[in-house]
C-alpha cells in the first residue's frame, strides 16, 4: 500500500483509509469480533489509517477500535473526533453539537482511555459549532496537543472561513469532508483553500453510500433501518436520474478490468496527492476490492472522458434529509 501526506506537519498515512463507524455495536457480540478480525486484515493488507468518533455508538465503536489496535499500536494511525453533544458519563446523545472547551476535553479523555492510548494521533472537530468561536476550540486543541495528548488537529465539513481561523491558531493538518463523483461542492471554495494552506483532504462517503459501486439501481429495496431511505438521492427517481453516473465509471471500470468502486476511489486519488479517501465496509470482499483501487492507474484519457461525461450528469437529490442539513449547519 502506498502512503500519503495530510498537511504540513507531514501525517503519513496509507493512502486509503477505513472507517469504522458502524463497527462494534455491543448488541452483537459476533459481528464485534468479525469486525476486529476485518480490521487486523486491512492492517496485514497494509491500511495504517482508521477513523471512529466518540459519537459512534456512542462510546461502543472506540472502545472496539481500542481493544482491536491494542496489539498493533505502533503500526496505526487513529483519528477520532469530538463535538456532537454527548453525555460524557451515559453516552446519550443529546442532539445538535458543542465544542466548549471543557466539553473538548472531557471528550479527549474519554477517548483516550476507550482507545487505550496515550495520544491521539488524529483529533477532528466533528462539526463546527456556531455558538463557539473557532480561535477558542482551536486554543483548546493547541493546549491539547503541548500536553501530549494529541498529535494532529483537523476539522470536519468546515468551511473556507471556519477552516482559516482555525489554522490561524494552531495548524490544521486535514479537513474531512464528503467528497466523490456525485458530492462535488467541496472543489468550489473548500479544496482551494486546502491546497493554498497545505492542509490534506480525507473524503468520506467516496463511493456516495454505496451508491457509486454499481450495485445498487432503481429497484433496490433498503432494510427498514437502513439510513439511506431517508435520504433524497436514494429515492428511486433519484437512483434512477443517478445511475448515469454509475454507467460512465463501469464503461472505464471494464476497460480495466476493474469495478465502479474502484475507479471512483481511483479518481479521487488522482485528483490531488494529499487526498486520502475514507471508506467503510463491514465484508472482506468488499475491503479487498476497495483496496485494489490503490493499484488502479487511471489514464489522462481516462480522467478526461470522466469530467467530461460527468460534467453533463446532473444529479439529483439533497446528501442529506434537510432535517439533517440544518441541524448540522451543512
Not at 472531557?106 to 473557532?134: F, N
Amino acid at each position: 500500500m502506498q502512503t500519503r501526506k495530510l498537511g504540513q506537519d507531514g501525517l503519513e498515512v496509507s493512502a486509503l483509509a477505513l472507517g469504522c463507524m458502524g463497527y462494534g455495536k455491543p448488541r452483537d457480540e459476533a459481528e464485534r469480533q468479525e469486525m476486529i478480525t476485518l480490521i487486523r486484515h486491512a492492517v496485514e493488507r497494509g491500511v495504517t489509517f482508521f477513523d471512529t468518533a466518540e459519537v459512534y455508538g456512542p462510546f461502543a465503536n472506540e472502545d472496539m477500535v481500542g481493544e482491536t489496535i491494542a496489539p498493533i499500536r505502533d503500526q496505526v494511525v487513529i483519528a477520532t473526533k469530538f463535538g456532537w453533544d454527548v453525555d460524557p458519563d451515559t453516552g446519550i446523545h443529546r442532539g445538535g453539537v458543542t465544542s466548549k472547551p471543557d466539553r473538548i476535553r472531557s471528550a479527549v479523555e474519554g477517548s483516550i482511555k476507550r482507545l487505550r492510548i496515550e495520544t491521539i494521533d488524529l483529533l477532528y472537530q466533528h462539526r463546527v459549532d456556531p455558538d463557539v468561536p473557532m480561535e477558542d476550540v482551536a486554543g483548546t486543541v493547541k493546549d491539547l496537543i503541548a500536553q501530549g495528548k494529541v498529535r494532529h488537529f483537523g476539522l470536519s465539513e468546515a468551511g473556507p472561513e471556519s477552516i482559516r481561523r482555525a489554522h490561524a491558531v494552531q495548524e490544521v493538518t486535514a479537513l474531512q469532508s464528503e467528497y466523490s463523483l456525485w458530492t462535488r461542492e467541496p472543489e468550489t471554495d473548500v479544496i482551494p483553500v486546502l491546497e493554498e494552506l497545505g492542509i490534506g483532504l480525507v473524503p468520506f462517503s467516496p463511493l456516495g453510500k454505496g451508491f457509486l459501486t454499481g450495485k445498487i439501481d432503481v429497484s433496490t429495496t433498503f432494510d427498514s433501518a437502513d439510513f439511506r431511505n431517508k435520504i433524497p438521492r436514494f429515492a428511486p427517481e433519484a437512483r434512477e436520474a443517478n445511475q448515469a453516473l454509475v454507467d460512465l465509471l463501469r464503461r472505464v471500470a471494464d476497460r480495466h478490468a476493474a469495478t465502479p468502486a474502484q475507479v471512483a476511489l481511483g479518481w479521487l486519488l488522482a485528483r490531488k496527492p494529499w487526498i486520502v479517501p475514507l471508506f467503510g465496509t463491514k465484508k472482506l470482499e468488499r475491503l479487498e476490492e476497495n483496496l485494489g483501487a490503490a493499484a488502479l492507474t487511471l489514464t489522462s484519457a481516462d480522467l478526461k472522458e470522466i469530467e467530461t461525461n460527468a460534467a453533463g450528469i446532473k444529479i439529483e437529490g439533497e446528501r442529506y434529509p434537510e432535517e439533517m442539513l440544518r441541524r448540522s449547519g451543512l
